[in-house]
């Protein structure tokens, strides 16, 4: 469908009107991304995500490659990196712990470490079997009080915090959490540039892209991000760029999209039988190996701080 001499935007304006033949592209932005929404996307979707996007893994997470070749191994490079930073006898916890394949992970390697996991109410997140040293509770990542100041060794999240319209107010709430000499990790897509220095054509495509995942386009700004760290009080800032690792990930959705959007015939059934926040996927899934650009739309960061 695309033609290698073509520049991004050409081909993305390409990809646009094939997806407009099917969907109201502003209906789509006009979709609320408050936590009602995206709770009731997650339910709608995660056997999506189960089947189709990590083929039975229980994955709702990009695999991070590093040889330009998809493997579904790659899926756990996101628990493999916080598990360095465990010790025996620590407490850990993940916001936004989804259908739990990181934690599940981690605490199998730690049986002697203390997990809490915590994500939405109303996505049957409490119902998850989990090895004895996990805790489930549901909550908002924006509010938690409920747990104690200065009790977690390790603070964790995997394409979640995107989901929030006040990062900032996430960021002070999990660096309050966070024992002195602490560690948040935080794997997660931004937007690379400052919003008033992209072009129209640029945020438009950034918002239907994210809109497709129900992820909302505001305050996706990684140097915002960087700011709120350094006034929570956060030191060692390290920020990883691994849009070109997630790559091999994009290509493989972008396939299998592009099925979707040349069989017609087979799209209007699955839009007739599937809810709009699973056939919703398509649309990012055909975009973003094109805006994941590392530099002008999309990138894939992994933060890494201390408190």
Not at 41 to 60: A, L, M
Not at 114 to 124: E, G, I
Not at 143 to 148: I, V
């Amino acid at each position: 469908m695309d033609k290698p001499e073509l520049d991004q935007e050409t081909k993305l304006n390409q990809r646009l009107s094939v997806i407009k033949k099917y969907y109201d592209l502003d209906t789509l932005l006009a979709h609320g991304t408050k936590q009602q929404d995206i709770a009731k996307y997650y339910r709608k979707s995660d056997f999506f995500y189960n089947h189709v996007h990590s083929g039975g893994g229980g994955n709702i997470h990009m695999a991070i490659s590093s040889n330009k070749t998809f493997n579904r191994a790659d899926f756990v490079r996101q628990a493999e990196y916080v598990a360095k930073f465990i010790k025996s006898g620590n407490k850990v916890l993940e916001v936004g712990a989804g259908q739990l394949s990181n934690t599940r992970h981690i605490a199998e390697l730690f049986p002697d470490v203390s997990f809490t996991a915590l994500d939405l109410p109303n996505r049957n997140f409490l119902k998850n079997k989990v090895p004895e040293n996990v805790t489930l509770i549901e909550g908002d990542y924006h509010d938690l009080k409920n747990l104690e100041d200065n009790s977690f060794d390790v603070i964790f999240g995997v394409e979640t915090i995107c989901h929030s319209q006040n990062k900032q107010l996430v960021v002070s709430e999990i660096m309050k959490k966070l024992k002195p000499g602490g560690t948040f990790i935080s794997f997660d897509v931004f937007e690379p540039k400052p919003r008033s220095k992209m072009s129209d054509f640029e945020k438009r495509i950034s918002s239907i892209t994210l809109a497709g995942m129900r992820v909302t386009d505001l305050d996706q700004y990684i140097g915002d991000f960087k700011k709120y760290l350094k006034e929570a009080g956060a030191k060692d800032i390290e920020v990883t760029d691994l849009t070109e690792n997630i790559m091999p990930n994009l290509k493989r959705l972008a396939k299998i999209s592009r099925l979707y959007y040349t069989h017609p015939l087979l799209l209007r059934v699955l839009k007739t039988v599937l809810p709009e926040d699973v056939t919703i996927n398509s649309i990012a899934g055909f975009l973003m190996d094109l805006t994941f650009d590392g530099k002008n739309i999309h990138a894939y960061y992994r933060v890494t701080a201390k408190k």
